[in-house]
T-cell receptor, first 113, second 115 residues
Framework: KAGVTQTPRYLIKTRGQQVTLSCSPI?????VSWYQQTPGQGLQFLFE???????NKGNFPGRFSGRQFSNSRSEMNVSTLELGDSALYLC????????????FGSGTQLSVL | DQQVKQNSPSLSVQEGRISILNCDYT??????FLWYKKYPAEGPTFLIS?????DKNEDGRFTVFLNKSAKHLSLHIVPSQPGDSAVYFC??????????????FGKGTKLSVIP
């Protein structure tokens, strides 16, 4: 069974641009969560989607948004990029939707110059 | 406001000895706790979990202890092996009321097991 797949693996953008990251959960998993990992802050929760609906949201500005499609694939978008948005963005899926056990992808490393 | 704290950024242990990783939390609403392990260039992988109704859970070389009164969680690895060298994240979960747990992660502890 394929794991959680995130694309692209690396991304370089400049300030002010926008970016879209993609995540394909494990087949059959309906819940997708997004996390931001930075060296100083660890893993911070962005948002969670279940059956195409945002179920939970973390404390990030509105520049961060996401969506989930009917096949459970998810995208997150960051508009008007700032230098501080440079981070590893991790996607995780949950089999039963409770998030008691998350399966993470390898992440997308975003660098904002 | 950091609700889950891992106060040791790094830890070095000799192969064969015990590794003890610690985690403190402040929110008494957390009722589910987990440890994840992360190797470089990979996503975190689930290691072990414990519900707030228990004070200990074992899985092979890994044991998690929960002290609710102290709001303290620890992970014991016995015996430690070089392959255990990784960053360990503690996470605490609170039922969000929307059908799922919302997890809060600590900043991680980098464990180095010296052969």
């Amino acid at each position: 069974k394929a794991g959680v797949t995130q694309t692209p693996r690396y991304l370089i953008k400049t300030r002010g641009q926008q970016v879209t990251l993609s995540c394909s959960p494990i087949s059959g998993h309906r819940s997708v969560s997004w996390y931001q990992q930075t060296p100083g802050q660890g893993l911070q929760f962005l948002f969670e989607y279940f059956s195409e609906t945002q179920r939970n949201k973390g404390n990030f500005p509105g520049r961060f948004s996401g969506r989930q499609f009917s096949n459970s694939r998810s995208e997150m978008n960051v508009s008007t990029l700032e230098l501080g948005d440079s981070a590893l963005y991790l996607c995780a899926s949950s089999r039963d939707g409770t998030n008691e056990k998350l399966f993470f992808g390898s992440g997308t490393q975003l660098s904002v110059l | 406001d950091q609700q889950v704290k891992q106060n040791s950024p790094s830890l070095s242990v000799q192969e064969g000895r015990i590794s003890i990783l610690n985690c403190d939390y402040t929110n008494s609403m957390f009722d589910y706790f987990l440890w994840y392990k992360k190797y470089p260039a990979e996503g975190p992988t689930f290691l072990i979990s414990i519900s707030s109704i228990k004070d200990k859970n074992e899985d092979g070389r890994f044991t998690v202890f929960l002290n609710k009164s102290a709001k303290h969680l620890s992970l014991h690895i016995v015996p430690s092996q070089p392959g255990d060298s990784a960053v360990y994240f503690c996470a605490a979960g609170r039922y969000s009321g929307a059908g799922s747990y919302q997890l809060t992660f600590g900043k991680g502890t980098k464990l180095s097991v010296i052969p």
